[in-house]
Nanobody
Framework: QVQLVESGGGYVQAGDSLRVSCAASGRTSSSYAMGWFRQAPGKEREFVAAIGWRGTARYYADSVKGRFTISRDNANNTVYLQMNSLKPEDTAVYYC????????????????????WGQGIQVTVSS
């Protein structure tokens, strides 16, 4: 079993930056593709960013492209989401997700493709 714990959320002003982290423990392996999703009140959970286990394949939702950067540190079993130029519409609970991947370059954008989830962390952006 893999446990994922998010950290680094908080309350910021529009235009500010914030970095959230996801630490994996348990039966961890660098062969996990990782993803970030978010869920705003009254809305469905949506894809934000994904990264293959080698770290070179990355994919972003159009709404965050150019502002957010996903990265990973396999030596420390941690994935990051650097969020710049934050907007009020980025306000949501952010979730980290993981799944085994046999391809170093595969990434996944659907919630149904992930096996493990963190508990989520709140990010609030005020206008």
């Amino acid at each position: 079993q893999v446990q994922l714990v998010e950290s680094g959320g908080g309350y910021v002003q529009a235009g500010d930056s914030l970095r959230v982290s996801c630490a994996a423990s348990g039966r961890t392996s660098s062969s996990y593709a990782m993803g970030w999703f978010r869920q705003a009140p009254g809305k469905e959970r949506e894809f934000v960013a994904a990264i293959g286990w080698r770290g070179t394949a990355r994919y972003y939702a159009d709404s965050v492209k150019g502002r957010f950067t996903i990265s990973r540190d396999n030596a420390n079993n941690t994935v990051y989401l650097q969020m710049n130029s934050l907007k009020p519409e980025d306000t949501a609970v952010y979730y980290c997700a993981a799944r085994l991947s046999y391809s170093a370059y595969a990434y996944y954008t659907d919630t149904r493709e992930y096996e493990h989830w963190g508990q989520g962390i709140q990010v609030t952006v005020s206008s």
